[in-house]
């Protein structure tokens, strides 16, 4: 709900900016102390030092906060997720911690394949209750925007129905949380197309690319690019028809083998290249150069024991680096945002202050959406974090806690997350 809203006595940090920061730029945070923040209908329309008469309470159209000198950021964007999904896997996660490895476990059919026949058994009211429960969540945590994927229906009326969800949650009025979807087809091979691989890309990119497009049900394509799943000669296949077709680009790239998918990401045009535990040098040079959003998913590299992405490598070579969750039933059960800030920072060495760019306007950029939210600036949407420290240092420090005490999306408090410092105490109701 766009709402009016005046949050004064703030303490505002924010990256700057209209697109995606890269390399240097992404540690630069601007802040103000004692800030005053003014959303109209939804949208920033003031950020600066305090006006007359501030005071908690409705005064002249718009609901007055008072910060008490707590920090405000922008909403967090987690750019990659697969929060629609049925079922669960956590024997599979089990047998990980016995040893065995995710691909193995995929080869058997289990993995993605496990969760695609669980999703085909649900409804569409099954699914849209379970990814409503991850959206709570989420507005918790103080996420504003988030992607999601479809990619575990892998038939043409599964897919539809993963997208459909999305579409009804995003459409839903009393929302807290933007979603913004990506048609995730090339996640893995149905057993309908066993040993087609080229004839299921072929299926894609004449029946369901069209399909989605006439029905505006996703805005990105994405393809899991790995040894085993789809090549880099298939996935370019797609993901050039789909630009064709008018997609934004995504990829599951150099995940697990060092394939080339960061090339080929910088090669199309993609938006991101996401994971990128093993990409190469050149992969690195190369998106930097390009202006691919580098998506690193720290919940993931932890959750598969895997080391984790080369961010400082990336963010000094000029690379625009995005944090994302990943949350899904498989490689990341986690959607975390504390633990995402507390690994990147601890593990990645990225600063506090990269760590904040990296999950708000370069999310943002990787949803093509850094025109309209990732910063505290006039002109942007009114999403916005009030922590519950002056300071945004304890972003880490609270390993695996929330620190977000009220989560603002278009202006709108998030009342859950107004308990205690609520809005209806400060007006002593
Ligand atoms: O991003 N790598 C491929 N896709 C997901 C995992 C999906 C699953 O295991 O269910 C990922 O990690
Ligand atoms: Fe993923």
């Known amino acids: 709900m ?3 809203l005046v949050i004064f006595n703030a303490k505002v940090a924010t990256p700057l900016g209209f697109s995606s920061r890269r390399g240097e730029e992404m540690a630069a945070l601007h802040v103000i102390d004692h800030a005053t923040v003014e959303i109209t209908e939804g949208m920033i329309t003031y950020v600066g030092p305090p006006r007359r008469g ?4 409705f005064h002249w159209g718009y609901y007055f906060y008072d910060a008490q000198g707590r920090c405000l950021l922008p909403g967090f964007v987690d750019s990659h997720t697969h929060f629609v999904f049925g079922g669960e896997r956590s024997e599979e996660f089990s047998w990980r911690l016995k040893g065995e490895s995710y691909m193995s476990i995929m080869e058997r059919g289990g993995g993605i394949a496990s969760t695609m026949r669980a999703t ?3 409804s569409f009211d099954q699914l849209r209750v379970k990814a409503q429960g991850f ?8 996420v504003t925007t988030v992607e999601g994927k479809s990619g575990y229906g ?15 949650l995003n459409n839903d009025e009393r929302k807290t949380v933007d979603i913004v979807s990506t048609f995730l087809g090339a996640h893995a091979l149905p057993p309908e197309f066993a040993g087609r691989s080229d004839d299921y890309i072929d299926f894609l990119i004449r029946e369901m690319l069209p399909l989605i497009r006439r029905e505006d049900l996703a805005e990105c394509c994405d393809v899991f690019c790995e040894k085993g799943v789809f090549s880099v000669e298939q996935s370019r296949r797609l993901l050039t028809a789909a630009k064709e077709q008018g997609y934004l680009l995504k990829l599951h790239a150099d995940e697990i083998v060092s394939l080339g998918g960061a090339e080929l990401a910088a090669e199309l045009g993609a938006l991101s290249a996401d994971h990128l535990l093993q990409a190469s040098d050149a992969g690195i040079r190369i998106m930097a150069e390009a202006g691919v959003v ?12 895997e080391p984790y992405a080369r961010a400082r490598e990336m963010i000094n070579a000029g690379c625009a680096v995005a944090l994302a969750t990943d949350l899904n039933p498989g490689s990341c059960f986690s959607g975390s945002i504390p633990l995402t800030f507390a690994l990147a920072c601890i593990y990645m060495k990225l600063s506090v202050e990269e ?10 950029a990787a949803l093509n959406r850094a025109d309209s939210i990732g910063s505290i600036e006039v002109g942007k949407k009114g999403d916005l974090v009030l922590l519950n420290s002056p300071t945004y240092h304890v972003l880490p420090y609270y390993v695996g806690m929330n620190c977000v005490d009220v989560t603002i999306k278009e202006g709108s408090l998030t009342p859950a997350l107004s308990k205690g410092e609520g809005a209806r105490r400060q007006c002593g109701e």
């Open 54 to 57: 501030e005071r908690p309470g």
């Open 2 to 4: 766009k709402e009016n």
């Open 154 to 168: 892998l038939d043409r009326d599964t897919e539809l129905l993963q997208l459909k969800v999305m579409r009804s």
């Open 135 to 142: 959206l709570k969540k989420m507005t918790e945590m103080g």
């Open 294 to 305: 580098a998506t690193l998913l720290p919940l993931t590299a932890f959750a598969l024991k």
């Open 355 to 364: 760590a904040i760019t990296a999950l708000t306007l370069n999310g943002a």
């Open 120 to 122: 085909r058994e649900y």
